[in-house]
């Protein structure tokens, strides 16, 4: 007498890892549009920005190209510094990383899982900046300068990125995070090189601004993506590169130092 057996197939590690990480994707993204302030700070309010310089200077084209780039590093600055924060500090404030830190998930998998979506958002919205300034106000880009400029954005994502988490690590509330992000957030956006040109402010700020982690990373999008050479950076390009990893490192082990469950 033969007796059959079923055989259930068990889900691999692997496996179960891939899933689990997807649905950690679904959740940021979910988390993300659920927040109304991030959602203004890091997609309207760029676009906003893109379509009053848009009207102001409309029949300029170089003058959009040069805002567009511009534009670009802030959408990276207020997703990076002000979305993130903010998603972390309300994830904290809520309890979900309690409860997540009860489980077995890795924090590693939840860190990556939001700079994957966070990331994602942040291209999503230089796409639709530069878009927007080439559909509407007439901008004009070479296809292979916009390749070209990828690396750029993503260094960008990431130093924006970790200065959020940094931040996040060392305040708790959500309306202090939006407050002190704000904070620091204009004077980024105005003494960055971001779309008012450093050689049009008084010496001292120019002295200033160049230092600041926005410029450098302003100069690095804007030099690619309109073909220059590197002559043309505020810094010297290794200077430049210097100081974006000195700042990125910093904001990690800030981020890592400080970082709290709840």
Do not use: H
């Not at 890892?17 to 940021?28: E, K, M, P, S, W």
């Not at 924060?85 to 860190?111: D, F, H, S, V």
């Amino acid at each position: 007498m033969t007796t059959d057996a079923t055989t259930v197939a068990t889900p691999s590690p692997a496996q179960i890892a891939g899933r689990r990480f997807g649905l950690l994707l679904q959740t940021n993204l979910l988390l993300y549009l659920r927040n109304r302030m991030a959602v203004f700070w890091n997609m309207v309010f760029p676009i906003g920005l893109m379509l009053l310089f848009g009207a102001i200077y409309g029949r300029e084209p170089a003058v959009i190209t040069y805002l567009a780039t511009g534009m670009v590093v802030l959408s990276l600055l207020s997703n990076g510094l002000i979305g993130n924060a903010a998603t972390m500090a309300l994830w904290r404030e809520r309890g979900i990383l309690r409860r997540i830190q009860t489980t077995p998930l890795p924090l590693w998998q939840l860190l990556l899982a939001r700079i994957v979506t966070q990331g994602a958002i942040m291209i999503l919205q230089a796409c639709l900046l530069i878009g927007t300034s080439v559909l509407v106000f007439g901008a004009q880009f070479e296809l292979g300068n916009l390749v070209a400029a990828i690396p750029a954005v993503v260094l960008g994502a990431l130093l924006f990125m970790a200065f959020g988490q940094a931040l996040a690590a060392l305040v708790q509330k959500v309306d202090t995070v939006n407050i002190i992000g704000q904070v620091i957030y204009f004077p980024l956006m105005f003494l960055g090189n971001i779309f008012l040109p450093l050689q049009q402010l008084p010496d001292a700020l120019q002295t200033v601004g160049k230092w600041f982690p926005s410029a450098m990373i302003a100069d690095l999008v804007r030099t690619t993506m309109l073909g220059q050479s590197a002559a043309d950076m505020t810094l010297p390009l290794p200077v430049t590169l210097l100081g974006v990893a000195c700042y990125f490192a910093a904001a990690v082990v800030i981020a890592v130092r400080f970082f709290k469950w709840r």
